[in-house]
C-alpha cells in the first residue's frame, strides 16, 4: 500500500508560478509511474501529466504544454509539478496518484486557485 501527500498549492495571480509536490509513503517508489490530476469545480478529474519510473514525461493536456514540468526524484520518494504562466482556467485540486491511476491511492489534493 502507497501514500501520498501533495503540497504546494495556494493563491496566485494569472502569469504567477506554483511548485506542487507529492510525498510518497509506503510500497516503493520508484517503481511506480506517477500523474498529477486536477478537478475543477463541476468537472471531472482528470489526468495533467504523467512520468515513468526512469523520468520520461508526458503532457497530456496539451493545455500545460510548455507551462506545466513534472519531475521526480525516486530518493527523496517525491514527485514534483512546477507551474508557469498559470491561468485562471488552471484553478482546480490537483492530485497526484499512480499512473493508471488506483481508487485507492488518492490523498487529500492540494488546491491551486489562479485569480487577481
Known amino acids: 500500500q502507497v501514500q501520498f501527500v501533495e503540497s504546494g498549492g495556494g493563491l496566485v495571480q494569472p502569469g504567477g508560478s506554483l511548485r506542487l509536490s507529492c510525498a510518497a509513503s509506503g510500497s516503493p517508489f520508484s517503481i511506480y509511474a506517477m500523474g498529477w490530476y486536477r478537478q475543477a469545480p463541476g468537472k471531472q478529474r482528470e489526468l495533467v501529466a504523467r512520468i515513468t519510473s526512469g523520468g520520461v514525461t508526458n503532457y497530456v493536456d496539451s493545455s500545460v504544454k510548455g507551462r506545466f514540468t513534472i519531475s521526480r526524484d525516486n530518493a527523496k520518494n517525491t514527485v514534483y509539478l512546477q507551474m508557469n504562466s498559470l491561468r485562471p482556467e488552471d484553478t482546480a485540486i490537483y492530485y497526484c496518484?499512480?499512473?493508471?491511476?488506483?481508487?485507492?491511492?488518492w490523498g487529500q489534493g492540494t488546491q491551486v486557485t489562479v485569480s487577481s
Open positions: 496518484n499512480i499512473f493508471p491511476m488506483s481508487s485507492n491511492y
